[in-house]
């Protein structure tokens, strides 16, 4: 299952407004442009924001996410009708011959079991056409980024137009080697329903990354810098020959 924060509807409501700035993604719609990409798969799309930003370019675009409450949010959206939006994990997207496969934020990540991950990599590798892309986003282990999770560093209150104020931060609660689990809270003072949500994501090594896509067919043709988190992520670009 999705973790709660995409998947409870009243969390999911909010998460966009709790993480406005997604300039991040100007970089994957940079490299839609760079590949002259017509067809995209979009893995763990969430709330749709890179679906639809590429869809407004005239992209064709396929979004998978197990998480329905963030896939209601997604269709509700301008623009959500043109695109086709799949309930479901990147094992359950038909081949699509698409140019190029996005995976973002933590979706990655959330991939915990190595088998799943490998799952994964093979479905998407099976979605693309030969010469198709796949593009991804993982945080560097070293950088241990996870001891910033803690509510005096991810604190914030947010005032949301028909909702109110709305308060959320981040506990860390255990790192097992590269399993980090964290707790995410939200707070609505409208009412005073605080809600929590718990996710463990999986810290890979980069020689590890390499490997597992090797493993599925890939070929590997660069490791970019992720450009909101300088230093802190490496943004794999692979190719399916």
């Known amino acids: 299952m999705a973790d709660a924060i995409f998947e409870h509807a009243r969390l999911a409501g909010v998460y966009d407004p709790l993480d406005p700035d997604r300039s991040d993604l100007d970089a994957y719609a940079a490299i839609a442009g760079e590949l002259g990409a017509r067809r995209v798969l ?22 998978v ?18 695109v086709h939006w799949i309930h479901g994990y990147a094992t359950d997207v038909p081949p699509l011959r698409a140019d190029l496969a996005t995976i973002t934020g933590n979706a990655a990540q959330a991939v915990v079991e190595p088998e799943s991950w490998r799952a994964t990599l093979d479905a998407v590798h099976a979605a693309l056409r030969p010469g198709g892309h796949l593009v991804f986003e993982t945080r560097d282990p070293a950088r241990r980024a996870w001891l910033g999770w803690n509510r005096q560093e991810t604190y914030q209150a947010v005032e949301i ?12 609660l255990d790192v097992s080697g590269p399993l980090v689990t964290f707790r995410t809270t939200v707070v609505f003072a409208s009412d005073g329903e605080a809600l929590t949500s718990h996710s463990t994501l999986r810290f890979r090594e980069r020689e590890e990354v390499e490997a597992d896509l090797a493993a599925s067919g890939y070929v590997l043709r660069e490791v970019r810098d992720a450009p909101d988190r300088p230093g802190m992520e490496f943004v794999f670009l692979a190719e399916r020959p």
Do not use: N
């Open 65 to 82: 996410d197990p998480a329905a409450a963030s896939l209601d949010v997604a269709r509700a959206k301008p623009g959500g009708e043109r």
């Open 42 to 63: 979009d893995v763990g799309c969430g709330t749709g924001t890179l679906a639809l930003l590429l869809s407004a370019r005239g992209i064709e675009v396929t979004g």
């Open 161 to 172: 137009p028909g909702v109110g104020r709305v308060e959320q931060w981040h506990d860390l």
